[in-house]
Structures are given as structure tokens and as C-alpha cells.
């Protein structure tokens, strides 16, 4: 007699955030769809629960019709938090509070995207492992440096689940139906989605810089991700040729060959992009994010920022305070 045969229905609760990431939702609902069907029967049932109104907007403009909302949720085994965006920008107490008494209750909880944000926000996240979308790890270190986090595609731990997003949805829902009901049905709902290759949960998130610059050199890759790692204390263009194991000219030409740049405007760049999304997504002053990027002087910040984005700090950071007046505003 097969596990499921003799199982409960587990009762799952989709909170889904206005804004949220439609395939991340997608890929961590459909195989329990899929399991219902191979196991012919309901092992799971799921309900979508909004924090207002009757429906939720994805961030591409498509709505999901709302069962409940967090007021009236009513009795689940599991919430799965669905986000995306700027997480930083959603702040809501009641929702926080909900997810807090559902913890109490014994409730599973788990976060696809930048959920896991929300959950650290609402202080569930203390002495879990957890992950969170790439896009978001710059803001979630800063605001939560003492959380556990991992930089892998999703990560189980006790009743907490987290999940990078995307379509890694879909290999952390493989593991938890695993763990449910056994390898048989996890491996033909795979299957069924044509999954031939199901990720572990602790493989990376990004493409090499292999993949994403379209380098092969091994000097210039190791270079290129120490450059990522080393963003409050930049190395020197010497440090990172001893890196690469090719002498300092050398790797000045594998930049400009490679990546049509130099080692210092890459390196800029880099440590920009990054400011960046400090800027947006948390509330530091700029004093304080010039510094976590390694610009020792603010006014050198500014003057870079400028220079590469076409703004000022200041004004990045307005407009994301804007963007967050607004989506307050939406809120009950």
C-alpha cells in the first residue's frame, strides 16, 4: 500500500502578496496539483489567501481570486508566502501578525522569492536556515546579518521552508512532496513536468561567470567572483591578478579582451550595482551604503553613482520611497 494511499489531506495556504512572482507561485502550486491527479486522490488542498480585497495582482498585471483573507483564513497545515519585488517595501502589521500567530499554532511556514524576507521581517526566521532570491541577498544581509542564510536554491529546516524562487519552486516542491509521500510520487510528478534533472536544494542559484559573461579562462572567472564576494574591502587590480594567477597585465588584457572593460571600471560597476540595491531596498543612509560598497568618501559615491546610472543616490532613493508611499497606500 502505497503512503498516500492512507494520508490526510494537508490543507496549504498561498499568501500571496500584491506584486508577487506569478511562476514562483506557479511552480510551487502545480505539483500539488499534479500529485492530486497521479495519486487519484487529494492529498493536498490549497486556498489563496490575500491581505486585502478579493484579488491579487502579480507583478505582470495577472490576478488571482482570493479564498480568504488573512483575517479569515481558517484552519491550514501550511502557509507558503509568495513575493516579489521590493520586500523591503511592504509593511504591514497585520500580516506579520498572522504568520507570527500561525507559527504559535504549529503552522508550517515557507517563503518562495522575496518572501523569505517578509518572514524575517516578522522575526520567524531566528535560528533557521533560510535562503532568498540572488536579487535580494545584498538588502536581506544588511537588515538580518545574524540569520543563517544560505545562497542555495531552497533550503527545509524543521517547519520552516525558503525557496530562491523562479522555477527552484518546483525542485524544493519535489522535496517536500518526497518527504510527504515518498520518492514514487515525487519522481512521476517530475516526470509528468518534464523535469528530467531535479536540483538539490543546495546547488547555486546564479550562472557561472562562465555562463553570464561568456568567459572561459579560469584566471579571469576566479577573478571575476572574488570581485562579487569582495564588495566592503575591494581588492587591489594586484591582489586579484595573484588571484587569477596571471600577472597584472595579463589580466588587464583578459578584461579588455573578455569584457571590453578594464579591472577597475568592472569592479566599480560591480560594487555600484550593488549600492544600488541597498539604495532600494533598505533603509540605510547613504553614508552607510557608500561605506558597505567600499567608497571610503560619500561625496566619491555620489559622484560614481551619478556617472553611472544618469541619478544621484539621493534621487534613487526617492523614487523608491515613492514606490513604497504607494504600495502602503494599497494596503487595508
Known amino acids: 500500500m502505497a503512503i498516500y ?15 508577487f512572482a506569478l511562476m514562483s507561485y506557479a511552480s510551487a502550486v502545480e505539483p500539488l496539483r499534479a500529485a492530486n491527479v497521479l495519486a487519484g486522490k487529494n492529498l493536498y488542498s490549497w486556498r489563496h489567501i490575500s491581505v486585502r480585497g478579493s484579488d491579487i495582482a502579480a507583478s505582470n ?8 483573507s488573512i483575517s479569515n ?37 515557507g517563503g518562495v522569492s522575496a518572501a523569505p ?12 536556515r533560510c535562503t532568498v532570491h540572488w536579487e535580494h541577498i545584498p538588502a536581506f544581509t544588511e537588515t538580518f546579518p545574524f540569520l543563517h542564510l544560505s545562497r542555495s536554491l ?23 512532496i518526497r518527504i510527504d509521500h515518498g520518492a514514487e510520487l515525487a519522481s512521476a510528478i517530475s516526470d509528468w513536468f518534464l523535469q528530467t534533472e531535479v536540483r538539490r536544494g543546495e546547488v547555486a542559484q546564479r550562472l557561472s561567470p562562465t555562463e553570464r559573461f561568456g568567459v572561459h579562462h579560469p584566471g579571469l572567472v576566479q577573478a571575476l567572483l572574488r570581485m562579487e564576494r569582495e564588495i566592503e574591502m575591494p581588492l587591489s587590480p594586484r591582489e586579484l591578478s595573484d588571484i587569477a594567477g596571471v600577472s597584472l597585465r595579463q589580466l588587464e588584457r583578459l578584461f579588455a579582451r573578455h569584457l571590453g572593460t578594464t579591472i577597475h571600471r568592472h569592479y566599480r560597476r560591480t560594487r555600484l550595482e550593488h549600492a544600488r540595491v541597498l539604495l532600494r531596498q533598505t ?50
Do not use: W
Not at 494520508?7 to 506584486?19: M, S
Not at 498585471?61 to 480568504?68: K, M, S, T, Y
Not at 508566502?81 to 498572522?98: E, I
Open 5 to 19: 494511499d492512507i494520508a490526510r489531506t494537508r490543507r496549504i495556504g498561498f499568501l500571496l502578496i500584491p506584486g
Open 61 to 68: 498585471g495577472v490576478r488571482i481570486q482570493a479564498d480568504a
Open 73 to 109: 483564513a481558517g484552519r491550514l497545515d501550511r502557509i507558503v508566502v509568495c513575493a516579489g519585488g521590493n520586500p523591503q517595501a511592504f509593511d504591514h502589521p497585520p500580516t506579520f501578525a498572522f504568520l507570527r500567530k500561525a507559527a504559535r499554532h504549529g503552522i508550517q511556514l
Open 117 to 128: 524576507y517578509l518572514l524575517a521581517r516578522a522575526g520567524l526566521l531566528d535560528g533557521y
Open 154 to 176: 531552497y533550503e527545509i529546516d524543521r517547519d520552516r521552508f525558503t525557496c530562491a524562487g523562479g522555477i527552484a519552486a518546483l525542485d524544493m516542491m519535489h522535496a517536500m
Open 283 to 332: 533603509t540605510k543612509s547613504i553614508r552607510e551604503i557608500a561605506l558597505a560598497t567600499g567608497f571610503a568618501v560619500p561625496t566619491q559615491f555620489s559622484r560614481s553613482y551619478r556617472l553611472h546610472f544618469g541619478v544621484a543616490p539621493a534621487h534613487e532613493r526617492k523614487v523608491a520611497s515613492l514606490r513604497s508611499q504607494r504600495q502602503d497606500e494599497e494596503l487595508p
